[in-house]
């Protein structure tokens, strides 16, 4: 028999009583916790109040504003976020301007593991325009797809980019990976990865994006596979930047620029940085630039291999195997490309180059052709992204005498190219052989001449200053021909004393001169001509000899006189060209 005491009893009941209790909460809570898990934090997140309280939150912190459509929770796995964004900036200036570009997206938030968090993220970017000072793109009708992968500690000290892929028309263009972070020696460490096996395939993007600011993208065709890499590490201030471009079976046509690059290949390894100081030899890196044939114009350029090196911040050429260039000889002396530092990045070329066929060379270029020899002797080279500048000299060996060019500056020279010289001087040129190959009629002597500051916009003159005179040459007579007595007139606008006087030149085919000479101005769309010899108040702008038949051709104009552009470019359609066609 077993005897229990009440006090005992009521002890262990209550006992029994807060076990029951604290069972009954551990199991409250717990229910609560999986209604809060799976019932409470899901309808919380579809709500759009809550929506809207996430959106005031983050717009807080990013200067772009996003919208949540749709918010779904898989408990303990991970969040997703459904949403777009337009992303509208232009600078103070409205210099630079990124408008009105759509990024749909949908980011999915990851916990694996304590004290760190991972987003996946997808979206579509485009629709929009973007300026930057004198470049337009035009992104309306494209879009890129964006799919990146990063983890970070939950203090966002660091990112880790561990897979990142931009694409369009999903043909991928870029990936990369990488860390980032906030420290000011180690802001930025990734690789990134480029190949396209289809260059042709970006043609039409390409046109459309880049169409207006480059018109000759709508006549270029490019194939070819394409391959880089680059990898960027360090602070904004010591950035360094290394990778290798290359091109394998390259083409490109151009029937604006009538151009057929054939078999074009690149292998360009690169190393660039702010703080590069001298590295040893070993470190140097070798590059090829290679073709079948450049042909331009009906003119072709053959198989051509240029060997250079990256060394301290600094391209330098190391063998060009092309010896001879359309019958000359062509030695390239010295090119190199200095990177950095900024304010003394620079390209240096040094050449010279003997009896090349000015014909070919003005056909390959698409300016007037004529017989001649040229002679190039370049001091230097610079260039930067808005011109080309030679020092040196560019002789043209022609018509018995020489045309020298000096000091060439080329603005925009890859698309609108603006042609300045600072100085011509034209020597010993007979003129019998220049106005024969011009079929103006014929002037024989010689031709002194001088012009500075010379412009061009496409084969156009826009301004210049001349002064031309003749002088008495060996083996020439100072004649003038009907003809161009009779184009003289029509160029002067006023051809009312060749018609007065055309009986006697039906006997007469050539008359003497004694000299002529003249000086012009051109500025913009008006010419102005002043004549360089007078007498009295009559200006010749050719006076007769002394032996009979002889004639005087004065100018009537008023020596202030301009004449707009296109009445000129009317006379010289009228004149009876026979060997050139004038546009």
Known sequence: MIICRKESVEKYSFYL??????TLGVVGVLIGGVLLVFVAIPQVLQNSSFHRFIEQQINKKVPFQVHIKKMTWKPFKSLVVHGHTVVQWKSEDQVYMIDNFKLPFMATLYRPQKGGIELDFKGEIGGGEVVWNTFYGNFKNQTFQIHFRFK???????????????????????SFKGRMKYAPKV?????????????????MPLLEILGETYPILKELYIRGKGQGKVRLRGGLAELDVEGEVSVQEGAIVSRAKKTDLKNLNIQFPFHFSKNLLREPASARRYGTLSFDALNKNGVVIGKTKIKFSNHNNALMLEALERPSLWEGKLKLKKASFQAFPKDQRSLTLSLKAQDIAYEKLSQFLGVPSWPGKVHLNIDSMTFDSSA????????????NGKVVLQDIEILDPLFVPTVKVKRITVEGVRLGELTETFGFGIIDGGLKAEIKDFAMVENRPISFKMTAESVQQEGTKQIISVEAIKNISK???????????????????????????????????????????????????????????TVDIIYKNDLQAKIPLPELWDRLKNIDWKKTIVK
């Not at 009583?17 to 604290?22: C, E, G, N, Q, T």
């Not at 970070?152 to 870029?174: C, F, H, R, T």
């Not at 930025?188 to 043609?203: Q, Y």
Request: glycine share 6%.
């Open 388 to 399: 080309l500048k030679f020092l040196g000299s560019i002789e043209l060996l022609a018509w």
């Open 152 to 174: 970070a500690p939950l203090s966002l000290q660091e990112i880790e980019i561990k897979s990142a892929i931009v694409s369009m028309k999903n043909q991928p263009l870029l």
């Open 17 to 22: 009583k807060l076990l029951k209790f604290l």
């Open 187 to 203: 802001f930025v460490d990734f690789d990134a990865h480029s190949e396209i096996s289809d260059l042709s395939s970006l043609r």
């Open 491 to 549: 160029l002067g606008g006023d051809e009312s004393s060749f018609i007065n006087d055309q009986f006697m030149y039906k006997f007469v085919e050539t008359f003497g001169y004694s000299k002529f000479g003249f000086k012009a101005e051109l500025e913009g769309d008006v010419l102005q001509i002043a004549p360089k010899y007078s007498s009295g108040d009559t200006y010749y702008l050719i006076k007769g000899s002394f032996f009979p038949p």
